[in-house]
């Protein structure tokens, strides 16, 4: 009687641990694709010029478009980019 039940118990224990284990794993991957996430224009307060000075394609986060080198992608702001808009996110490079 006592094996059936140590048996028992650590199937239960085996079934509780795949199942924590599968809860972790959803945890950190639902955070991983928010971590993705661009934020919007507005949220950033993007504007298509500069601010103080400050443009765009002199921040880290802007790559050019190979074809048309007056706008690009941001790394953290959606949408097409110009190069000398601006926004909060600016970090000179």
């Avoid at 639902?30 to 919007?40: I, L, N, P």
Wanted: include cysteine; glycine fraction near 10%.
């Amino acid at each position: 009687m006592s094996s059936s039940i140590d048996s028992s118990r650590r199937a239960t224990l085996a079934r509780g641990m795949r199942l924590a284990g599968i809860i972790i794993i959803a945890a950190v991957a639902g955070r991983s694709a928010s971590v993705g996430a661009k934020a919007t224009k507005s949220e950033m307060q993007y504007q298509d010029h500069p601010h103080e000075g400050k443009e765009c394609g002199d921040c880290k986060s802007f790559k050019p478009d190979s074809s048309n080198t007056d706008v690009g992608q941001c790394s953290l702001v959606e949408g097409l980019i110009r190069r000398n808009g601006w926004c909060t996110a600016f970090a000179p490079k």
